[in-house]
């Protein structure tokens, strides 16, 4: 079967601290695959290199093909693949239904239909403020940015973070980091 | 910048140059605004004030105004807290307003630039001309600022 994700030797380094030293991963098609580790072992520093946002110090890695080391590849990897962030900041002056128009903007192959179920499912009230939403409502706001897109691919960094309720995730179509 | 920024699928070049575009158009939408002010009040006094002056006026506002917003964009790129780069950019400009009080550099003021000091008529309190080596050194001033950024936005990350 072959990979959606591959690394080898992957590092990343912030002056003298190594943040992540030489990962070797290999993620097939058609699979969910969990990331482990203590904090502070560079989960999301692993997690941001693969998304081409922020540039690894050394080694290779690849997504459907493209190297995260590019600043071209890194856009059309943000294009194919969703990432819902540990850090869930999102433009506390919109609203609802403006972030998800603002969103859906740069992903052609956004799909209306999940956005609607998922604005139902969740219960987010299109016309509420970001910064009117309690922390949980904005991971739901979160996850339904990143189903949405239609993207091949989803990286979810502590998605549940700040959710209690126990939440039935479009899994389906999409394969999972 | 927060992760949601990051993860659409543009590069941070072209954030940066959004941000500035729409930082742009903001500094002169005030200062042209403002500026306007002026010949729409004044006949509420008895008086006529020339609606040319008062986009001269806005437009040296606005041109000394792009230094900086592009020196807070410079900030913005080099240090990463929330507030730490609208700080240090309050403390830099207050500092050169003093600065600029000092006899040795009091001709290159930007903020005499901005406000046309130089170049008014003693008797109308109107621009004679504008102050085109000082627009030019701001435009070149702020061009280098912008660039500047980009270049440490790019070596940073994509």
Same mark, same amino acid.
């Given at each position: ?27 097939? =098609?058609? !699979?969910?695959?969990?990331?482990? @580790?203590?904090?502070?072992?560079? &989960?999301?520093?692993? +997690?941001?290199?693969? %998304? ?15 190297d ?15 990432f819902?962030a ?28 999940? =956005?609607? !179920?998922?604005?139902?499912?969740? @219960?987010?009230?299109?016309?509420? &403020?970001?910064?009117? +939403?309690?922390?949980g %409502? ?30 039935e ?9 | ?62 041109v ?17 807290g929330?507030?730490t ?17 000092a ?56």
């Open positions: 079967m072959s990979a959606i994700v591959e690394t080898v030797d992957l590092k990343k380094s912030y002056a003298a601290v190594e943040a992540v030293r030489g990962i070797n991963l290999r993620v097939p =098609e058609h !699979s969910i695959c969990a990331f482990l @580790g203590q904090n502070g072992a560079g &989960k999301s520093t692993t +997690l941001r290199m693969l %998304m081409g946002m922020i540039r690894p110090t050394s080694g290779i890695g690849r997504i459907f093909g493209f995260i080391g590019s600043e071209r590849d890194s856009v059309h990897i943000r294009e194919r693949v969703a819902v540990e850090d869930k900041r999102l433009y506390e002056y919109m609203t609802v239904a403006q972030i998800v128009r603002f969103t859906r903007s740069f992903f052609p192959r956004w799909r209306d239909d999940l =956005e609607q !179920s998922l604005l139902e499912r969740f @219960g987010l009230p299109p016309d509420r &403020k970001i910064r009117k +939403l309690s922390k %409502m904005r991971t739901k706001l979160a996850l339904l940015l990143a189903f949405a897109r239609g993207s091949d691919f989803l990286i979810l960094d502590e998605p549940t973070e700040g959710e209690n309720e126990r939440l995730w479009p899994l389906s179509p999409y394969h999972f980091l | 910048m927060a992760a949601f920024t990051l993860s659409l699928p543009v590069t941070r070049k072209r954030l940066l140059l959004t941000r500035a575009a729409v930082a742009i158009v903001e500094a002169f939408v005030i200062a042209l605004l403002s500026c306007l002010l002026i010949p729409l009040f004044s006949p509420m006094n008895g008086y006529q004030y020339p609606l040319a002056q008062s986009f001269a006026f806005g437009f040296l506002l606005a000394g105004g792009l230094v900086f917003v592009c020196f807070s964009l410079l900030l913005s790129s080099l240090f990463e929330e507030y780069a609208f700080v240090l950019g309050i403390c830099a400009i207050a500092t050169a307003f003093f600065a600029f009080k006899r040795s550099i009091h001709r290159w003021s930007i903020f005499d630039m901005m406000s046309g000091a130089k170049h008014i008529d003693p008797n109308t309190y109107l621009l004679r001309t504008l102050p085109w080596a000082g627009l030019s050194i701001s435009l070149l001033i702020s061009f280098l600022l912008l660039s500047t950024s980009i270049e440490i936005t790019r070596s940073h990350n994509f």
